[in-house]
């Protein structure tokens, strides 16, 4: 595994710059600052494999509305190997993106991002307020793999309470999912 940072609510996010595989969001190549919305942007690492995303992926676009309509960016980031894992190769990449995702989907080749967010595993989401501090980091709620299951909605409160301007009641949640495929 490689060494990476953390970056915790209260610190600033990261900026970056990176091709996106959705033809239909965003531009070919996307920074933080683009993504940005009036009142901020939800950053989240993802891939094509995992299957807590894969279970999680129409609740994803339901959060990804919500947050739009609140005036806030929405990009996913896929940093995992696509060496020891074909399926989030570019090819596979744009493949997902054409089958309705609403939102641009990034690809972080070097890693340099997740290793600069501290990401671990996917999906991992950041929160971040207007002035580009993250605000909450962590899962979706707690059952990404089966919606059924699910007793919580973190990122969605957190959305919520940013909306409103209210204080992130619970800004920090271990996130949910596979580990990120770091390169060798």
């Not at 807590?52 to 996913?76: C, T």
């Amino acid at each position: 595994m490689q060494q990476t940072k953390s970056v915790e609510p209260g610190a600033t996010a990261p900026e970056f710059n990176l091709p996106n595989a959705n033809q239909s969001s965003g531009q070919a190549t996307m920074a933080l600052s683009e993504v940005m919305g009036e009142n901020g942007a939800v950053v989240f690492f993802t891939c094509n494999h995992c299957p807590y995303v894969v279970g999680s992926e129409p609740r994803i676009e339901n959060v990804a509305e919500i947050a739009r309509d609140i005036g806030l960016g929405f990009v996913g980031i896929n940093s995992n190997d696509p060496v020891k894992y074909e399926s989030d190769s570019w090819e596979n990449m744009v493949k997902r993106a054409k089958r309705g995702m609403s939102y641009p989907y990034l690809h972080d080749s070097s890693q340099e991002v997740a290793l600069s967010y501290g990401a671990e595993r996917t999906p991992e989401f950041y929160l971040i307020n207007s002035d580009s501090k993250v605000v909450y980091r962590g899962r979706l709620d707690d059952s990404p793999r089966d919606p059924s299951h699910a007793t919580t909605s973190e990122l969605e409160d957190a959305i919520r309470q940013l909306a409103s301007a209210q204080t992130i009641s619970v800004p920090r949640t271990d996130s949910i999912g596979c580990s990120v495929k770091w390169k060798a």
